[in-house]
């Protein structure tokens, strides 16, 4: 499992925890949790990207230690900016944004349980 595969995968993870936030909206009548949902899908997104850029600058021995700490201050930054974010707007709900933050990580649990730790080959 790579990136690329987590990526792809997590798209139709989103898609799927979406219709049923969607359906929990509706029945809510608060359409605030999809909105924060997707917020927090993009920030999960930048987030997961840049936690491989910092692996690969790690195993390379390419980047300073100084930026690597930036790095991570800045993934805690993007993560405190969307929390900030739904507090501070009627229609963006903290408890979407919150499962939105955790799509890359379910689904590579997901993906571990699926292949229960042995590679595929996705040529």
């Known amino acids: 499992m790579n990136e690329k595969t987590v990526l792809k995968r997590s798209v139709h993870v989103f898609f799927i925890a979406s219709l049923i936030i969607l359906i929990m909206s509706l029945c809510l009548q608060d359409i605030s949790y999809i909105f924060g949902f997707i917020l927090g899908y993009i920030i999960n997104i930048i987030i997961f990207l840049m936690n491989i850029k910092m692996s690969e600058g790690i195993l390379k021995f390419s980047m300073s230690t ?58």
């Open 66 to 123: 100084a930026i690597i700490a930036i790095m991570f201050i800045l993934k805690l930054l993007f993560y405190a900016l969307g929390f900030f974010i739904a507090v501070k707007m009627d229609f963006i709900h903290i408890f979407g944004v919150f499962l939105g933050y955790l799509v890359i990580k379910i689904t590579i649990y997901i993906e571990g349980f699926i292949h229960k730790g042995g590679e595929i080959n996705e040529n």
